[in-house]
């Protein structure tokens, strides 16, 4: 059965830094574009950066800019979110999500992981 599995997430003091992974078990993550989202309490899920498949064309939103990086390891069917500088209102549920340019075919969310940044 295809699945994402994100994990790296946790409590951290604001500044400080985690990394997040996306494992794709199932399915070979290089066919998908794969974005990171994350939710706040009662918030909407919001788009926090895309990378293409081939990791060549990465956007991130306005809110993330310059201190979040997502990269990928195809060979090991692994995508990561790195960051850095958190801040408080970085605070949410983390999710990854794969899709493929083919209308129609299986896109796949993660679980979630939570990321909380407190003193």
């Known amino acids: 059965q295809a699945q994402l599995v994100e994990s790296g997430g946790g409590l951290v003091q604001p500044g400080g830094s985690l990394t997040l992974s996306c494992a794709a078990s199932g399915l070979t993550l290089s066919d998908y574009a794969v974005m990171w989202y994350r939710q706040a309490p009662g918030q909407e899920r919001d788009l926090v950066a895309t990378?293409?498949?081939?990791?060549?064309?990465?956007n991130y939103a306005d809110s993330v800019k310059g201190r979040f990086t997502t990269s990928r390891d195809n060979a090991k069917n692994t995508v990561f979110l790195q960051m850095n500088s958190l801040k408080p209102e970085d605070t949410a549920v983390y999710y990854c999500h794969a899709e493929r340019p083919v209308p129609g075919t299986p896109t796949y969310w993660g679980q979630g992981t939570q990321v909380t940044v407190s003193s």
């Open positions: 990378i293409s498949r081939a990791g060549n064309i990465i």
